[in-house]
């Protein structure tokens, strides 16, 4: 039926669409809704503690026996850095001074801590089927234990030479992730954002050069886009922005508007919400520290000096120095639970597809 099941029979799934990991944005609700509707449902733990990362696991497996994706950062922790971290409260002083809040405001931080034993422990308890990885993978021992848990291992690609790394370590799979998509950008061979590629360009050219099945991921945000994915070689797609205006995610009503608002030109990749590239929706601070700063501190540390800000101006209505993660296709998203829309794009792909077998 799909012109490619490498994907769906390597995982056990109906239909070849994960829900992206979207840390901070989506937990169980989303997870077993997409995973129930037959797509893979993926739970991003980067931003959870590890308790926390438990209870979310326990009520997806509580709640549904399809299979499902667990997704983890895998970053080297940062280098302290105290020069740095002096000069990013600096530039941020005004900010301060304007918005009133006292300087020793301090808001406890995520540590958005790399994946480790204990998330490791949790793995090998819960047995995801598919376990995801961002900015490279872990090391060789943990990488071992997820492998003999029996999951797939799945991680992000932004070029041919970052996807040949990922098959060599062994990765089951590979997330081509173009330069269109939301959140962070999952390059770990290189810093260099002006050279990241395209979605087009970049999927039949990480298909060209491994064996494994490619996900594409980045602008796909309905049928069309899933269909041309197919028809440049993919397995399936991993989709972030359009699950974001679904129900189940857990996202303020400031950055819901924002991306109902959101135009085709109106995101960027900036480093200043965290340290390391990743495409949001321009508001004030991107547009007045960004969008790139060599002032910002590695990641993830320049968040804690902006948290204070972006609590105030949260509470007084305003996005102004939220981290509004978005691709660039939001304006394609549509308002729907979490389910239908796996359904739909299932359903739509499925129809334009024999449209044009038709035409042709
Ligand atoms: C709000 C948001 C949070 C994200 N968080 C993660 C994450 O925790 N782990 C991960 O592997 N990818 C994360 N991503 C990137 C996605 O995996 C994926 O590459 C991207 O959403 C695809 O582009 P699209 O948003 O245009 O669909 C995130 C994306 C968004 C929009």
Known sequence: MWPNNRFIKLCGIELPIIQ????????????????????????????LSVENARKELESIRRRTSRPINANFFCHQPPREDHAREINWRGRLD?????????????????????????????????????????????????????????????????SVDEARWLEDQGCDAIIAQGFEAGGHRGMFLTEDVSTQVGTMALVPQVVDAVKVPVIAAGGIADARGILAAFALGAAAVQIGTAYLRCPEAQISPLYRQALKDAKDNETAITNVFTGRPARAILNRFIREVGPMS?????????????????????????????????????????????????????AETLKNLTLLQTKA
């Open 20 to 47: 992206a990991p979207m840390a901070g944005s989506a937990l169980s609700d989303m997870v077993v809704a997409v995973s129930q509707a037959g797509g893979l449902g993926s739970l991003a733990c980067a931003l």
């Open 294 to 346: 060599d002032l910002a501190p590695e990641f993830p540390l320049a968040a804690a000096t902006l948290a204070p800000l972006r609590a105030k101006s949260e509470l007084a209505g305003s996005a102004d120095f939220t981290s509004l993660w978005s691709g660039q296709s939001a304006r394609l998203s549509r308002e729907l639970p979490a389910a239908d829309l796996t359904k739909q794009l299932a």
């Open 94 to 158: 005004a900010y301060y001074i304007q918005l009133q809040v006292d300087s020793n405001t301090s808001i406890p931080q995520s540590a958005r801590a790399p994946f480790d034993e204990e998330m490791c422990d949790l793995v090998m308890k819960f047995h995801p089927e598919v376990v995801s990885f961002h900015f490279g993978l872990p090391d060789k021992n943990l990488l071992l234990r997820i492998r003999k848990s029996g999951a797939k291992i799945l991680s992000s690609a932004t």
